[in-house]
Nanobody, 126 residues
């Protein structure tokens, strides 16, 4: 069992930065692939980024490439999402998720994840 708690969301102006954190409980954190998703009002949950257990492989949605960076600290049971050059269209609730099974791809589908956090709101003003 893994419990995930996100933090770091807030209100920021366009062009600004935020760093989201996701603290995980459970002794198997280092074996999970971790992902970040987001969901805007009236829209489906969409993939943002993922990182494999070792941190050696990272994956990004096209909308996040070049602006967001996912990282993890297995010693602290924490995964991060550094978001730079934020745009109003980045406004959403951001969720972190943990996947226990191995997949060969980039983990872009919510169904691939076993555990979810409660989400943290990110609002980017223009």
């Amino acid at each position: 069992q893994v419990q995930l708690v996100e933090s770091g969301g807030g209100l920021v102006q366009a062009g600004g930065s935020l760093r989201l954190s996701c603290a995980a409980s459970g002794r198997s954190f280092s074996t999970y692939t971790m992902g970040w998703f987001r969901q805007a009002p009236g829209k489906e949950r969409e993939f943002v980024a993922a990182i494999r257990w070792s941190g050696g492989s990272t994956y990004y949605a096209d909308s996040a490439k070049g602006r967001f960076t996912i990282s993890r600290d297995n010693a602290k049971n924490t995964v991060y999402l550094q978001m730079n050059s934020l745009k109003p269209e980045d406004t959403a609730v951001y969720y972190c998720a943990a996947a226990s099974l191995y997949y060969s791809g980039s983990y872009p589908f919510p169904s691939q994840y076993d555990y979810w956090g409660q989400g943290t709101q990110v609002t980017v003003s223009s």
